[in-house]
T-cell receptor, first 108, second 112 residues
Framework: GQQVMQIPQYQHVQEGEDFTTYCNSSTTLSNIQWYKQRPGGHPVFLIQLVKSGEVKKQKRLTFQFGEAKKNSSLHITATQTTDVGTYFCAAPGNQFYFGTGTSLTVIP | NAGVTQTPKFQVLKTGQSMTLQCAQDMNHEYMSWYRQDPGMGLRLIHYSVGAGITDQGEVPNGYNVSRSTTEDFPLRLLSAAPSQTSVYFC???????????FGNGTRLTVT
C-alpha cells in the first residue's frame, strides 16, 4: 500500500517562532490533503493541493506540493498558542492513508 | 446536518467481550472509513467502504468486522476484545474519491 512519511514527529517552539512539517510519499500522488487535530479533538481538513509545485496560503500557514508530487510541506509563520495540535498529511485514494503526524507544542 | 455521528463516546470492555461501535452520516457520502489512533502511530485505517454493500480491509483489519447495508451507517464490530485494541476510534466519510474526510468525534475504548 501507499506509504506517507512525515517528519518531525514532535516539535516544540517558542511562541513567535516558525514551524515546518514535511511529508514524503513513496509514490506519485494525485493530490495531497492536510489536516489539523487539536488535543482531544478529531482531525479537521485544512487544505488540498493538486498541481505540481502548487503553493497555497491560509493566513500564517503556507502549504507546498513538490514538483514531482511526491512531497509536501506545511509552514507556519510566527506560531501562536492556537496553533497547538497535530498536523497530518494524507494521500487520498480508496484507502486514504495518513502520515504519522507532527505534534506541535507552542511555548508561551 | 449533524455530519458524522459516533456512539458511544467512551467504552470500557473486558477481554473477550464483543461490541459494536456505531457510525452514521447524514451527508449522503459514498465513502466511509474507520481509523484507530494510538500515541505515536498516527491514524491507521481499519476498514473502509466505497458504497453501500461494499467493504474492504485497510492496514489493521484483524479483530474487526464491518458491514455497509445502507449509505448512512457503517458500524465497526469488535469480535473478541483484546487489550491491544485499546485506542481511540474515528469514523470518517467523504463524498467522492478526492474529497476531504469528515470525521466523527471519536470513541475512546479501553479493554482491560
Amino acid at each position: 500500500g501507499q506509504q506517507v512519511m512525515q517528519i518531525p514527529q514532535y516539535q516544540h517552539v517558542q511562541e513567535g517562532e516558525d514551524f515546518t512539517t514535511y511529508c514524503n510519499s513513496s509514490t506519485t500522488l494525485s493530490n495531497i490533503q492536510w489536516y489539523k487535530q487539536r488535543p482531544g479533538g478529531h482531525p479537521v481538513f485544512l487544505i488540498q493541493l493538486v498541481k505540481s509545485g502548487e503553493v497555497k496560503k491560509q493566513k500564517r500557514l503556507t502549504f507546498q506540493f513538490g514538483e514531482a508530487k511526491k512531497n509536501s510541506s506545511l509552514h507556519i509563520t510566527a506560531t501562536q498558542t492556537t496553533d497547538v495540535g497535530t498536523y497530518f498529511c494524507a494521500a487520498p485514494g480508496n484507502q486514504f492513508y495518513f502520515g504519522t503526524g507532527t505534534s506541535l507544542t507552542v511555548i508561551p | 446536518n449533524a455530519g458524522v455521528t459516533q456512539t458511544p463516546k467512551f467504552q470500557v470492555l473486558k477481554t473477550g467481550q464483543s461490541m459494536t461501535l456505531q457510525c452514521a452520516q447524514d451527508m449522503n457520502h459514498e465513502y466511509m472509513s474507520w481509523y484507530r489512533q494510538d500515541p505515536g502511530m498516527g491514524l491507521r485505517l481499519i476498514h473502509y467502504s466505497v458504497g453501500a454493500g461494499i467493504t474492504d480491509q485497510g492496514e489493521v483489519p484483524n479483530g474487526y468486522n464491518v458491514s455497509r447495508s445502507t449509505t448512512e451507517d457503517f458500524p465497526l464490530r469488535l469480535l473478541s476484545a483484546a487489550p491491544s485494541q485499546t485506542s481511540v476510534y474515528f469514523c470518517a466519510s467523504r463524498g467522492s474519491y478526492n474529497s476531504p474526510l469528515h470525521f466523527g468525534n471519536g470513541t475512546r475504548l479501553t479493554v482491560t
